[in-house]
């Protein structure tokens, strides 16, 4: 098994015990939306999930946007408003604050969680009166390997 299909395998089965333990109902297709976003380091729009779910028996957007709100809800799945398109988390169990590093080149997305990230963003939202709704920052730029191919 290759790396790549390893991880796969280990977000779907960790889905399948959450879900297991939560008493969330994880359906056939709320499964596969989560392996094709699995098998794709890059955001994937909700419209290319629709194409590659069915390609020889058509399923409704609907229906792929109420898996991803499911998967959302349960953490294994970020919406990344800049690329509007989804990734898994790497991180579903963080509660706090996470900062999607996103490579401009490549298009791959790496999470990542820090007490300080909490802390500036408390900083900064009380120094303004504001009250953030989000609970994760997206940095574009570039990742270390494409940064060494160029």
Known sequence: MTAKAAREA??????????RVRGLKFTPIR?????????????????????????????????VYRALEFLIKAGFVRYIALHKAYICSELPDVNGPVALLMCADC???????????????????????FDPGSRFIEITGRCTECRSAA
Do not use: F, M, N, W
Request: charged residues 20%.
């Open 10 to 19: 280990k977000v779907v089965e960790r889905a399948v015990l959450v879900c």
């Open 31 to 63: 499964r596969r939306v989560l392996e094709l976003l699995a098998a794709s380091r890059a955001p994937v729009p909700a419209y290319t999930l629709v194409r590659q779910l069915a390609p020889g028996k058509p399923v409704g957007p609907p229906t």
């Open 107 to 129: 298009g791959d997305v790496s999470e990542v969680a820090s007490g300080a990230l909490q802390d500036v963003i408390t900083q900064i939202s009380s120094s303004h009166g």
